[in-house]
């Protein structure tokens, strides 16, 4: 009999990959053999579209019971350190305590509760108990007994005719309790233990958004009328939460960017926003790593970093097919010391606890690191992420300003760009274009002289020995020709637009070849510029390509503008034609045809605090542009100042209206061809076709 | 606590209804989906309501609260209405049964008003029972489900455009006429009221019971009446609440065991799955609810890829084994704990004989009508229940007589089992490039020579890879009409003789070809893409970059494009194939006028690849039973299962009876997220490993349709593959040509694989080191004996 082990010593280094899954399965129980997962997880990447990930939590146990205990539309769980689960067991009245393994340790508050919502353990295994109809918070000791009962503030502060409806609660350090109500649009009721109950004031209240729409009816409607809109009162937090470090977290429904918060002693929001909220937000929890978990009502568990910044989001809603791991009411999350997630389904009466992949805890084990300044140690983790998902944008990110701080800047350039990490970009820029300079400058000296000597030389030959006489006459033949000469023109035009409108008004300067091909050269410009520019000054996405809508909207700007700006003169005693107008418009691009090359370069060789130089360049070509196209429509029609004026703002009317009128057409024509649509449908249905 | 409300609320029943029932209003009816799980119970009381009336039948799951459903302590489930039990002086007993046929170990008796029939095993005296008999009965049921629980055959019809009509042998007035057979009775039976009716034949063939419905025994002589659904003996095997120990074998994934314990009513449905999967020709986009309203977060449950479904009481060692033989690809298994709807559990088949379907009248979709299907399926519908005893009382059981039941009836051919690792490549991609695409090369030929001469010295001694993405255009640019190999690639020239040079070395390469899917941007012909039942183009629509909408090409063409594609390529001299598509997807669907069923769609592929079986080397992605003998492979063997709250065990149960017959290969082990359990279950069920290499990194894929290919690159996995190949050959080589007799999860955590050539296998999945049969397994680990 042979004896085998999954990996002899043999090939003991060719496995390092398997056996790093080990140390995360070696935690897992054989209860919980589930490979696969009834649900996909998605994470954000830098351009903030949404990516399929590896499986970042599995499903691990379902606890329905504790003991002989069912649950009944429980609202509320709290997790302690030493793995105790408590829930606030709503319909039967009561806390169930019990453990993973389904085990009752013991139930408290049977008879006190009336409806726990919300339920909270401290440090020392105080359990605090937000019960609405009982309206109380009551403090029970580890024993279950009853402590303290904490009822209605009696401070003027509170509000006279505000009830107290304690439906969530979580506890600091120091004892002070924070209070959601129910129907309190207040804030979250901060209260110190002193003296029974001692009423400190609103906390992390919400602010009523009002939005210019809002503005504008309060300005028009009258009293009445206000008086039915609906209110705009701020929205209470849903749910909240507290780490170790006493700060508060909050969920609230409707926020959209500002769902989460993460609120600090004095109430301000350390949370930039987050781009990815859930709709429907029913609890948040804060994790081990400087991370928080918030679990939408639908089944939805998001994962976000410190910053509110999406790691990931996985789970759903379980549509009947019963399947582990799908919610369908959620209430309540919480994460233990193993970063295993606990999921509250009021619907299902069930607790769902997942427990992390191998892949999350490396990268949790990556965030730490990194977030303690260990930037080196924080790239083998880092490297494994990546390993198992190279289109992980934040471990992109974090690798790419760990080489950083290691000064190795082509790599960190490579990663800050693949996670589309300007900042990172730039910085990594500014050392690689650096290293550039010093290795190259003598070189490039060197060759600016050696160029500047030889344009010198040619010049000295050819006032000498006039060598360049046939390249120049050859030149000015081509001159004579129109097309050239108008395209020149429009160098003449750039510099001095009184004359040059009246070369295009007059001297028969006006054309249609000439024109086009600068518009042709701008079209390619600005497909050139917008595609192939600079990392940082690209608007669009990497490797996104919409040349064919690029093209067909500047032919129909054109086009817009040159019909409704004729229309408009033939009726305001303008003295263009067409061709003059087109002429004009398209010679007042002469501009972006000088400096986009520029800017182009530029984009190339500048770092982000630099940028203002092509911001300015961008500023001036467009100005000159303006200046430009004004002149010219004031100079060509011979209008006054007040004219030009007016036919500038009755063009911009008229393609106003023109695209009214296109957008009416395409609405009725769509109509008609449902119609039409429905009707061969029902035939070709009734014919058996 | 004295009563628990059950488990299904509000919530869960609004969406349950949503996603079943359509209610438009144009034409005043209910229609329901093809998931009518059961409604049939719930209708009979709707038979008597007006004919056209709207009527709202509940489904299964919807229907216990409804119904008032309660569960009391001991978890039983009590129904408003509930009927009480039988006096005992009115029970049909087995006195009343007649024996109608006996073999040397089984004695059959059967009582024609219930069509019922209770086989008796000679040698043990135990029963196993097809109905509910009047002494089990616990009374807590209606009249309707007391009616079907005892009724051998119970139909839905479809009145009108309402499907919701159970019909059966106790609340429906009907006439039977039963006439002796050789080993049974023939039950002709005729349903007065509904005017329809059908011949039953039950057999016993020696362990065998059969069930069979004749085609042309089907009479429906009422316009507008038809039988919807057909499901043969509701309650074969049934047992009450956990009065026996035992479990329902399901086939969802591998296979997953049901216990027969106290489900305390917690679920409101059971298992209920379409053989083969569902029917794309009939499926509408169902109300989802997606993450932003954009992302399905719920990945597809499996697919039933072979027609079997089981029971087994451990105690009595007493069970069954069923085979849906005829029928089945229009059938689904259903597999009920106790809970759902009544105290008992049960498994059987329900055949659907024709189904009624949403016809929108325009292409918003806002008006809509139920059509019912012009023609029923033609179809003989058979169940053989393979009756087993004793030790083979059980799923190892199971697999063995599964495996039996294919061998002898020549459905499976034993193949050449010999080990390789499966390293299947990405050719290449597109992504967006000014006004088209171009291609993201990731893995060319001379990268996989590399690869291979890596591995090769390496110690990789024989490989099966699985080329994706090495036609012209990429691995979305299909169908594929001809060998073409992409240049980005290296051209088909390098392909061809990379293919040739390495079947030298025992790494055989075969081309990938989905030969069931059309990319819309690439073919901007509609005129050869299936349309669904209700004459919409059916279109799979997928959330990606550069390519986001296909069809499904015409099984006729799929089947001249394919022989096209194949003659051009064995022209050159290569002949390994894998075929992808069509091997796990059959759907009906209408063209020009006339409808084509599932049968017409299998039989298409089945042609195809009966005929290409001869000159060429044919692998299948996860193909479906009835195409096992045309594989060398099995490719994509699902290790787990779909993850049913209501399964308490997975089980290797296809595993166990492919082994040593097919060489199956797992899922890739690339995006397992636990791959050192992912690696034991290979131990355990004897699969293959299976990776997705590419060779450059597979951020090159970002702006790709791949870009779920979030982990490929090739030096990742180098060492991986040599560690799994070392391994995994050598437990392969102990069990070489061998099969799996006994497959047991003992008490201990290990798991204990016994192979008929006498190899042992215990795999231990537990954290700490077990002793066993005199050897230590030590932590996720195994050990060969």
Known sequence: MKKRTLFSKRNIVSALLAIGTFLVTVTSSVTSVKAETPYKTYTVDGYGSVQETQTAYLAYETITKFGDNFLSAPSDLCVTEDGEIYVADTGNARIVVGDINSNEIKTIGEGTLVTPKGVFVTDDKHVYVADRDAMAVFEFDADGTLLNTYTKPDSPLYGDELSFLPIKIVVNDAGIMFVICESNTNGIVEISPQEGGTFLGYFGTNFASTSLQTIIYRAILTDEQRAKMVSNIPSTPDNHAIDDKGLIYTVTRGDKESTIKRLNIAGNDLIDGTERYPEIPAAIAAGNHDNLYVADQQGFIYEYNNDGELLYVFGGLDDGTQRVGLSTLVSAIDVDTEDRIYLLDADKNQIQVYEPTEFTELLHNALYLYSKGRYTESKEPLTKVLEMNSMFDYANQAMGRAYFQEENYAMALKYAKLAKDYEGYSDAFWEVRNTWLKKNIVTAIFLIVFLWAAWKIIKYYDKKKNILAGPKNWWNKKKENTVISNLLYTKYFAKHPFDGSYGIAREGRASWIAPTIILVIFTAEFVINKYLCGFLQKTIREGRFEIFSDIGQIIIVVFALTACHYLVCTINDGESTVKKIYTYFIYSLRPYIIITPIIFILSHVLTENEQFLITLAQFVMIGWIIVLAIIAIKEVNDYTPGETFKVICLTVFTILIMALLIFIVYVLWAQVFQFISAIVGEVVYRLGY | ?785
Not at chain 2, 529 to 541: A, F, H, Q
Request: hydrophobic share 35%.
């Open chain 2, 1 to 785: 606590m004295a009563t628990n409300i059950k488990k299904l609320i509000a919530l869960g029943v609004l969406s349950a209804a949503l996603t079943t029932y359509t209610i438009t209003p144009a034409a005043g009816v209910v229609m329901a989906s093809e998931q009518t799980t059961e409604a049939a119970a719930e209708g009979t009381e709707t038979a008597e309501t007006a004919e056209g009336e709207t009527a709202e039948q509940p489904e299964a799951g919807a229907g216990a609260e409804a119904n008032g459903e309660t569960v009391n302590e001991d978890g039983e489930v009590i129904m408003e209405g509930a009927t009480g039990k039988v006096a005992e002086s009115e029970w049909i007993t087995i006195d009343d049964y007649e024996m109608v046929a006996e073999s040397d170990t089984y004695k059959m008796y059967y009582y024609e008003p219930r069509l019922s029939v209770i086989l008796e095993n000679k040698s043990t005296g135990k029963f196993l029972e097809t109905t509910l008999s009047d002494e089990l009965d616990d009374g807590a049921s209606n009249t309707t489900w007391n009616a079907y629980m005892k009724s051998g055959i119970v139909l839905s019809a479809i009145i009108g455009t309402t499907n919701t009509y159970q019909v059966d042998m106790i609340s429906t007035s009907n006439k039977i006429e039963t006439t002796k057979i050789d080993n049974g009775v023939s039950a002709k039976i005729y349903w007065n009221e509904y005017k329809f009716g059908l011949t039953v034949n039950i057999t016993l063939e020696g362990d065998n019971l059969v069930v069979n419905v004749p085609d042309d025994s089907i009479v429906e002589e009422k316009e507008g009446t038809y039988i919807s659904t057909v499901s043969l003996f509701p309650f074969m095997g049934y047992t009450y609440m956990d009065d026996q120990n035992g479990y329902m074998l399901v086939p969802d994934g591998n296979g997953a065991l049901i216990y027969l314990d106290n489900k305390e009513g917690r679920y409101s449905t059971g298992f209920s799955q379409m053989i083969y999967g569902t029917d794309a020709g009939f499926t509408d986009s169902s109300v989802s609810n997606y993450l932003w309203s954009k992302y399905d977060t719920v990945v597809d449950t499996n697919d039933i890829i072979a027609p079997v479904f089981g029971m087994a009481h451990t105690d009595d060692q007493l069970g069954y084994l069923a085979i849906v033989e005829e029928g089945e690809k229009r059938a689904s298994v259903e597999a009920h704990p106790n809970g759902v709807m009544v105290n008992y559990n049960r498994c059987f088949a329900k055949f659907m004989v024709r189904d009624i379907y949403v016809q929108p009248l325009n292409q918003s979709n806002s008006g809509t009508m139920t059509s019912v299907e012009a023609d029923r399926t033609h179809t003989d519908l058979q169940v053989r229940y393979m009756l087993l005893e004793n030790e083979a009382a059980d799923y190892s059981g199971m697999a063995v007589a599964y495996r039996n039941y294919l061998l002898d009836n020549n459905l499976v051919q034993i193949k050449d089992t010999g080990y390789n690792t499966r390293v299947d490549f990405l050719g290449s991609d597109r992504e967006e490039f000014l006004m088209g695409t171009k291609s993201v090369p990731m893995t060319t030929t001379d990268n996989i020579e590399e690869i291979y001469s890596d591995l090769q010295s390496a110690g990789v001694s024989s490989l099966l890879s699985v080329y994706k993405g090495w036609q012209k255009g990429g691995i979305y640019n299909v169908p594929i009409t001809s060998y073409k190999a992409d240049s980005s690639i290296g051209g088909t020239g390098s392909l061809t003789s990379l293919i040739k040079n390495s079947a030298d070395n025992g790494y055989n390469i075969y081309l990938y070809n989905d030969a069931l899917r059309v990319n819309a941007r690439t073919n901007t012909t509609t005129f050869n893409v299936v349309k669904k039942i209700n004459k919409r183009t059916l279109k799979e629509e997928v959330n990606e970059q550069v390519y986001d909408l296909f069809y499904y090409l015409l099984p006729g063409k799929m089947q001249s494009t394919l022989q096209k594609f194949v003659k051009s390529y064995t022209n050159k001299g290569v002949n390994n194939l894998a075929l992808a598509g069509v091997t796990d997807n059959i759907f009906s669907f209408s063209s020009q006028g006339s409808y084509y069923t599932r049968y017409d769609t299998a039989n298409a592929v089945l042609d195809t690849v009966a005929g290409m079986d001869e000159n060429v080397d044919l692998v299948l992605e996860q193909p479906f039973a009835y195409l096992w003998d045309y594989t060398d492979a099995f490719l994509d063997m699902p290790l787990g299962s779909s993850d049913y709250m209501y399964v308490d065990e997975e089980v290797p149960f296809l595993s166990m009876v492919l082994k040593g017959i097919i060489p199956m290969y797992s899922d890739y082990v690339n995006f397992e997220a636990n791959k050192t359990e992912f690696f034991l279950q290979m131990v355990e069920s004897g699969v293959y490993p299976s990776f997705y290499v590419t060779y450059e990194n597979s951020s090159a894929l970002i702006y790709t349709n791949s870009s779920d290919l979030y982990s490929t690159e090739y030096s990742t996995y180098r060492d991986s593959i040599i560690s799994y190949d070392t391994e995994l050959r050598a437990v392969a080589n102990a069990v070489e040509g061998a099969h799996i007799s006994d497959h047991e999860k003992m008490d201990n955590g290990v798991t204990k694989v016994t192979y008929d050539n006498g190899t042992v296998i215990y795999v231990n999945y537990t954290n700490e080191s077990v002793s066993v049969d005199g050897l230590t397994v030590d932590a996720m680990s195994y050990q060969i004996k």
